[in-house]
């Protein structure tokens, strides 16, 4: 008997997971799953997206250390060109986005501090692309971004002396300790 009611729980289990959205699509703030990614990126993504219809915002660590903003949505042509971010209607942010060889589709060109302690602090942010195709899905949540990004983000800026014991970084002095 026991055996037929785990066996049960296990399909139940299954189709339950299978009735879920893709983690890279899934509603709200989360590390990013994408190969290579691993804690270096969060990614935030639209009310009711889904596999086929989403539009998201990652916040990434990139290799030299700077911060990434990126777009990844389900838009037909892409997401590269130009784009308004609006954060709960009020904070506005005409920005850039091109290509790149990160797995989403387009990062944010130029100094994205702004647009990041937006969304840290923000309720809702709305993408609009100024050209092309409407997205199918809008409106991300940003509840949980602050924590989201700050993990993500925890590893990204080069180490600094905290206090006298830990002495320069450089190495000039290193005989002085």
């Known amino acids: 008997m026991r055996t037929g009611g785990s066996r049960i729980g296990w399909v139940a289990v299954t189709f339950a997971t299978l009735a ?4 890279a699509q899934e509603q709200g703030w989360h590390y990013s799953p994408f190969d290579g990614e691993g804690d270096r990126a969060t ?6 997206s889904t596999p086929q219809s ?11 250390y700077t911060v990434g903003v990126h777009l990844h949505t389900s838009r037909p042509g892409g ?3 130009r784009w308004r971010i609006d954060i709960d209607r009020e904070a506005g942010f005409e920005v850039d986005a091109k290509a790149d060889g990160a797995p989403y589709h387009a990062k944010l060109a130029g100094d994205v501090t702004e647009v990041i302690e937006a969304i840290k602090n923000g309720g809702v942010a709305y993408l609009d692309p100024k050209a092309g ?3 199918p899905t809008n409106g991300i949540p940003l509840s949980g971004s602050l924590h989201a990004i700050n993990q993500a983000l925890f590893f990204c800026a080069p180490r600094v002396p905290s206090g ?3 002495g320069p970084t450089d190495g000039k002095h290193a005989a002085e300790r």
């Open 79 to 81: 997401d590269a060109g």
């Open 164 to 166: 006298p014991d830990d």
């Open 54 to 64: 989403f539009a998201c915002i990652a916040v990434r660590c990139e290799d030299d």
């Open 43 to 48: 990614l935030g993504c639209a009310y009711n």
């Open 133 to 135: 195709p409407e997205l």
């Open 20 to 23: 879920l959205p893709a983690s």
